[in-house]
């Protein structure tokens, strides 16, 4: 299996991972990539021990931060969120190989 671009993939990571890190900063942040069985695509899954859920912010031009799940939500295919019994959260896109 090989990827020709991975250039959203590094994206979408880089997005999550910082989210998880700024809004929870506690614990630890545990990336995932695998392929979806059931499409030619790639889970990428990024899970912390926060509580709090990601939100799609209201674009604002004159915003230095808060883009990164809009990113996110226009480059992967979908996105969402797995809540985990317990503490934290599963944050998942699927993405193109």
Do not use: S
Request: aromatic fraction near 8%; charged fraction near 25%.
């Amino acid at each position: 299996m090989g990827v020709d671009d991975d250039y959203v993939g590094r994206l979408v990571v880089t997005e999550l991972v910082t989210n998880a890190y700024k809004h929870v900063g506690f614990g630890r942040i545990v990336v995932r990539v695998f392929p979806d069985a059931r499409a030619d695509l790639v889970v990428i899954a990024v899970r912390d021990e926060g509580v709090g859920r990601p939100v799609v912010r209201d674009e604002d031009h004159a915003a230095v931060c808060g883009r990164g799940l809009v990113l996110v939500a226009q480059l992967a295919h979908d996105w969402g969120v797995w809540p985990l019994k317990g503490k934290g959260k599963v944050v998942w896109a699927l993405c193109a190989r």
